[in-house]
């Protein structure tokens, strides 16, 4: 008898079980009827036809399998061929337009030819100008040789230096030992340094108690502190009005000084002339004006008093100025940002005027006659 259980496992091997199955019913019918009719070595013989057979169904089996991937494998490589034809053709329209750029940028590389081989032309003014400089650089050579032999001379005087710096040495050493001696007292100041260590500890303790009234003291000042910025805030918003009516003084006054100052020039212009004619002989020629003149930087800034006039028929320039009090330093201005700035602007002579009520000092006269300046008073006019 036949074992059937055996060949379904070998032939599950080999094949799915369902097909397994049933060969081993075929052949466990097959040999019931062998039995029958057959002999045995018929019977094995039909066996190995039946086992060859299951082996070649199992095998086609597979093949059906590996067919079935095979085909589904080609079907996506079609796709991804469709795929890739498309990418080819976008590629083939891109490479007509580079072709196309190509050969623009052939013709651009044909005139580059033409501007390179001009260069080629400059290279061998160029060569010719190197070999000059070849001449030139064997020339430095032969002095780069006389130096090495300065060179040789520094080395011997640098040997000579080493000489002394061995000696220097020695010297060193001595001054080791004398290190050594001053480390030995170095250490017992250490000792002292720890006797007053302890000392300082005592006293970092005494200081902690101190720290502790200090910062209780911090805390009162803390307290004064915030009562003092009250009541600075309380100053602060007094001095900001304090400060605001005394701009607004301030521009009164200065509203005041130059109504003043308008007056006194105003005065000055109609006086001043008789006045120059009495006191030095100088004609006014057309009148005196307020008005801006320009240095030889073309800056342009105003003078108070300006006009032109005559002195033993020679050309004058009256330059004045208007104070209300007149001092020391408003004579050194004047001189310096009006006679000295201008004196190179007009090729006549300057003949500076100041006008004033009062001056500031007795000295104040006396300092106008020695710088050459004149001076007319408000009571004058």
Avoid: C, W
């Amino acid at each position: 008898m036949i074992n059937t259980m055996k060949m379904y496992e070998e032939l599950s091997e080999t094949m799915d079980s369902k097909s397994a199955k049933k060969i081993v019913e075929m052949m466990s019918y097959m040999y019931e009827e062998i039995q029958n009719t057959v002999t045995k070595t018929e019977f094995n013989e039909l066996k190995d036809i039946v086992k060859d057979l299951s082996i070649k169904v199992g095998e086609l089996t597979t093949g059906q399998k590996a067919l079935a991937e095979a085909q589904k494998r080609t079907e996506d490589k079609v796709t991804e061929l469709a795929e890739a034809q498309k990418r080819t053709e976008d590629k083939v329209t891109e490479l007509a337009e580079a072709q196309k750029r190509t050969e623009d940028k052939v013709t651009e590389l044909a005139e580059a030819q033409k501007r390179t081989e001009d260069k080629v032309t400059e290279l061998a003014e160029a060569q010719k100008r190197t070999e000059d400089k070849v001449t030139e650089l064997a020339e430095a050579q032969k002095r780069t040789e006389d130096k090495v032999t300065e060179l040789a001379e520094a080395q011997k005087r640098t040997e000579d230096k080493v000489t002394e710096l061995a000696e220097a040495q020695k010297r060193t050493e001595d001054k080791v030992t004398e290190l050594a001696e001053a480390q030995k007292r170095t250490e017992d100041k250490v000792t002292e340094l720890a006797e007053a260590q302890k000392r300082t500890e005592d006293k970092v303790t005494e200081l902690a108690e101190a720290q502790k009234r200090t910062e209780d003291k911090v805390t009162e000042l803390a307290e004064a502190q915030k009562r003092t910025e009250d009541k600075v805030t309380e100053l602060a918003e007094t001095l900001t009005k304090l400060v605001k009516e005394h701009d607004d003084t301030k521009r009164q006054m200065g509203g005041i000084a130059q109504s003043i100052g308008y007056n006194l020039e105003d005065k000055a212009y109609k006086a001043l002339p008789a006045l120059l004619k009495r006191d030095f002989n100088i004609t006014i020629e057309g009148r005196l004006i307020r008005d801006y003149v320009k240095d030889n930087k073309e800056r342009e800034f105003e003078v108070n008093i300006f006009g032109k006039g005559k002195r033993g028929g020679k050309d004058i320039i009256i330059i004045g100025e208007s104070k209300t009090v007149l001092s020391e330093n408003d004579i050194k201005s004047f001189i310096r940002k009006r006679i000295e700035t201008l004196k190179d602007v007009f090729k006549e002579e300057i003949f500076p005027v100041l006008v004033t009520r009062s001056v500031s000092n007795s000295k104040v006269k006396e300092f106008a006659k020695s710088v050459n300046l004149h001076i007319y008073y408000s009571y004058d006019f």
